[in-house]
């Protein structure tokens, strides 16, 4: 009785269709960070343990997925096994477990060959990470991450935060989802802005909470929150939502308005100096105004980000959320080596984009295969000659099949449409004959008589 | 205590020059495979224990990873507890394991999947597997497989077993690893041939498994072991080696020899006919006699490969052994489905042949970063203007880096140098004001004089 086949739950496998399409998607991420001359690195799927997991217990942990070889599985159960003797037999716990993220691989893999990098080390990665999630809609075991760092030695000049921008409007824009707009904000203009309010800084981590839910829930409910939550005035906290929630998306009036910031604290004004070059040095790149904000109410997380941060927004998709994020931290790889080593970066998550777009249909199945031209078999005796033409038609540079079997031609015209190869090369006796070669266009529907000689260029010009 | 960063033993992680290496060998193999018009496929790194080891114990479990989460970990540890009054407690066994290598995942994939696939199904797939290896030289725990198979339904013509070596011929003649041989052979060839010589059906496999030693031991030694091991009668012994290693790398006169073969059976006629039409067909598609070659002495592996068999040899390298390698299969997916499926098939096992390949010093770390051009920051007040320049470089198709600091130009260009950028712009306030803008070319040590307006033009030439 055959084993009934089975995708492990919580994963997204594809049809080859949208796989390929998923695979134009990563590669156009890849195009991107390229542009910018990151360079590639890989680190293994599984980590040491003790390695990967530096900080000890907390949610992270009951995430993680453990690998065990048969031998693992073995020692653990000799262990159990002696217990019935020795009851203070310690159980082995697993040697390696999966990446769930590709920041502490990074951090890794930096301060392990820290003395054969060159700073700034620039590097992007694509690949997938895993999670013990519960499979439910939209939550993956296994997903991709596309992400990008800068790594400075000691320091990273600002000039890098400018650049962050930059490349995900490239990628965004090559990817055509419609309009998008990357917002900005500043750690340390966001404490600042609590100093100034006079809130004490206990209450910063509660407060920053709050803000981060701005855009995502009612503010007049922030608000409340705010005030008989963590105990703000209502005065203070009203202020503070009006500044965080105003400009109405114009950066630069944004800007402004903080520079007439009456409380400015020396923290105040070192974040809004670098926010306001960030922004400078953006535009200097060419981002245009319309796909930038200035976003204060853009808080991120609370211990990891220390300067600017980053979340990207599909305008007419705003319920998905930010769609690439990231920002400036201080110290990749403090578990790991004293070298204090100062990023910025972007994670993009592949997966979770993909089937959300794919599922409101803003990204469809690829509309065509790989191969771009199929020479179907119509003549047993030339099927010499039509591997010679498929060999010509390759070493030009196309795509191309070479129908296998000696199938009538109404079931090698079904494969073809339903493979999606857009153009099929007929060439039986007659054609070969009068040196007329037929091409038919599934696509359109059409029908062209192209002479032997320029059929490469004319295939290329049908595509 | 910081913990001590440590690459787990077993994988092979890459510094970013070599990363890139390999990362281009891994996109030249995945154009050849599209030039063929090969569809990606992506399955999950694990599977459901119970559907990746259908056939249950065998060597092959033994070098599994199993997956098993915090859950799953708990669940294990109250089982062994539960024993201690319950002694017949079950302990569950781990529900996902690695895959091992892309095969099964594929037959899981085709089965579960067939209603939705267009037959003949061609796939590519280029991903990572994962064996419970004692760490050793040149034996990984993870390491890359670059896969193709074309699956038929009920049956797959003939036709595209000769297209497999044009794959393979096509790669490698693009990634110049030096002269290469595909040696190919029949399965059914070979047993007809044993059925030729008299020899008993129950001896075939330990004769094959003697055949399969041809090319890696001496000839007298194989010879003296199937009279001695394996019973055949000396005479026969000395024949069929002769036979099977006769020819001298000319397919012709080997395939010639094998049709005056004075004891043919059907399987053997059989066996002639297809290797022959294969032989023909991989000829008709472009391929020189000098890289392909008929060798009797190819049987790999036992039980699966059915009709052509595959093997790639580098010919200055021929210790590496096979470098590509497949063949013909009569069904992939009996395990999951009653339908038969077809197929043939090749991998190249891409870390491996990589890592020996770097350490033969055939392949080397790229010499040129991912970064084609830097644009150093000589004048602070030019911030702007780099921008400018790069994004107008980017647009133009070169990969660019703005150094992002204020260091001197030493430093500056140490960085450049030592991240293997090719093309260094320096403009200064004299630059701007000329509008003529220097180019260092740091592999030629040159230095250029270029017009602004033709930058990038220029650049691209020097590359």
Redesign the interface.
Known sequence: M???????PG?L?????Q??AF?RMLDTIRRGF???????????????T??LL?KSGGET???????????D?QA??QA?AQ?ASAPETA?PG?K?A?RFDLTVPL???V???EH???F?F??YQIQ?V?R?ERPQKGRYR?FYQCDID?IGKD???L??D??VP?VIY?IFRELAFGAFTIHVNNRKLLRGLLEGFGIAVEQHAAVLHEVDRLGKQERSEIEKRLVEGVGLESAVATQLLQLLTGGAGDSRAVLDALRRFEHATPTFTEGLDELSRVY??TI???VPEAAFRVDLSIARGLDYYTGTVYETFLDEHRKLGSICSGGRYENL??????SKLPGVGISIGATRLFSQLVEMKVIGATTS???QV?VV?VEPGL??TY??L??EL?TAGL????Y???DKLGKQMK?AD??K?PLVVILGEREQATGIVKVKDLRANAEHDVPRGELAARLRALL
């Open positions: 055959p084993v009934q086949p089975r995708t492990p994963v496998e594809l049809l080859p269709p796989q390929l695979q390229e542009r910018f001359g990151f360079m590639p690195v890989e680190t293994p799927v599984f980590e040491l003790d390695v530096t942990e009951k995430q993680v997925l453990f690998v065990q070889s048969t031998g599985l653990v159960e159990y217990r159980v697993p390696h999966l951090a890794r893999y301060a392990e060959h054969q990098l060159n700034p620039r590097r997938r895993y013990g296994e800068v320091v990273l000049p000039a890098y400018a650049e930059a490239g400078e040095g200097a790149l060419g790889a403090g578990h790991y080596t004293k295969a790989v191969a199929i078999a099927v010499a591997a010679a498929a060999t390759r795509n191309v099949e070479v296998g079997g000696d494969y339903r493979a190869i």
